[in-house]
């Protein structure tokens, strides 16, 4: 059950970044509150705020598990799995 949730750590600090960034930017973003689900966009303050809750659930899931058992391993797969999957993701949209 640890790696697992370490994987999904290191996914939701990767997705924090770029709702972060735009939030604080002032820039829409999508965010699974859009419209279209993923594609269209949501305000800056929605993006600031879906950053914020990624990244505490995701540090508050580093602190729940020792990396000292586990291993950092499975936090940095989740983070390239998620990171690869936005950047084709987001690539399309774009486009």
Known sequence: MGYVVLFLAGALLCNA???LAAGLRGEPFPTPFARPRGVGHSSP????????????????SLLSYSLHDYGVWPVIGGWLALGSYIAWH???VRR
Not at 45 to 60: K, P, Q, R, V
């Open 17 to 19: 970044i770029p709702h």
């Open 90 to 92: 987001f690539g399309k």
């Open 45 to 60: 303050l929605m993006n600031f705020y879906w950053g914020t809750a990624n990244l505490l659930i995701g540090i508050s």
